[in-house]
């Protein structure tokens, strides 16, 4: 009805809504590629299991807890407790995406078979921004003759990630990799074989009164024609880099070009490297 105020159903409806709204949000986590560090634990263990990572008394709230291992690729995922030997597929603390025994999906993840395996589990998780921490919650089977008891017990899966150090060098590209470095330079060149517009990169050995600028390539062409090519830097500090003149190539592929560097005025500050050009454009 139009003006009227909206109705006590209404307000509730909304507000369930919004609930399932911010739950469903909370929920779309994903276990991006990488390695994951973490436990499971898991809390009301009946004293009739024969539970081998329970606590030795189950007069501590019958908590047992676990390490757990997480590795996730581009195309599978696996995931191990660390009871069995690594490598031990069969084992039931052993969980992998291609076997089938462990699915992961966004803010979801299952692990073993239902009636099958060892062991089941179905856990939701959350990523916590403060800590970096992913925690799932939901229920462990313990898939044995006292699960007509027991139909599962609660457990929390907390993993973090562990590579990210690794992931920030993989964004910085590959480590500088000098052709050779001439005694008394003021910088090195690398890599030493480069195709056309590839990244060449300049690492400066000593601070110049004017900022680098400029590479300028030399080579004896056929017959002894010299010829030069020169291309802009870019960066700052001690790094710098150029993509690869295509002009290099008239001295065909495999053809050498001693590297020297020039400073924003123009001075040339000596030999800094050698750069063997690939031409073919299958080179990588």
Not at 6 to 13: F, I, N, W
Not at 135 to 162: F, M, N, S
Not at 178 to 196: E, T
Request: glycine fraction near 10%; proline fraction near 6%; charge should be positive.
């Amino acid at each position: 009805m139009n003006g009227s105020r909206p109705s006590v159903l209404t307000l509730t409806t909304l507000f369930v809504c919004l609930l399932a709204f911010l739950a469903c949000g909370a929920a779309q986590v994903n276990f991006a590629p990488g390695r994951y560090v973490g436990k499971v634990e898991i809390r009301n263990l009946n004293a009739c299991e024969e539970f081998g990572w329970a606590s030795p008394s189950y007069s501590t709230n019958g908590k047992g807890s676990v390490k757990a291992f997480l590795n996730v690729s581009q195309d599978s995922a696996v995931l191990t407790l660390d009871l069995e030997s690594l490598g031990n597929t069969q084992a039931m603390n052993w969980f992998e995406t291609k076997a089938r025994t462990l699915t992961l999906a966004p803010g979801h993840m299952i692990g073993g078979i239902r009636h099958h395996s060892g062991y089941y589990f179905n856990v939701k998780f959350r990523h916590i921004a403060a800590t970096g921490k992913y925690v799932g919650t939901g229920t462990w089977i313990i898939q044995d003759a006292c699960e007509a008891k027991v139909h599962g017990y609660p457990v929390t899966i907390t993993l973090e990630r562990k590579d990210l150090q690794a992931d920030k060098d993989l964004k910085k590209g590959p480590p500088f990799q000098p052709c050779f470095v001439n005694s008394g330079s003021v910088a090195s060149a690398g890599p030493c074989k480069r195709a056309p517009n590839d990244p060449l990169s300049v690492r400066m050995s000593r601070t110049l009164p004017n900022p680098p600028a400029t590479l300028l390539f030399k080579a004896a062409l056929a017959h002894g024609v010299p010829a030069s090519v020169t291309s802009p830097l870019s960066g700052s500090g001690k790094d710098y880099s150029t993509p690869v003149p295509a002009a290099l190539c008239a001295a065909g592929t495999g053809g050498k070009w001693e590297i020297f560097l020039l400073d924003s005025t123009g001075k040339l500050w000596g030999n800094i490297g050698r750069l063997s050009v690939h031409c073919n454009a299958a080179h990588k």
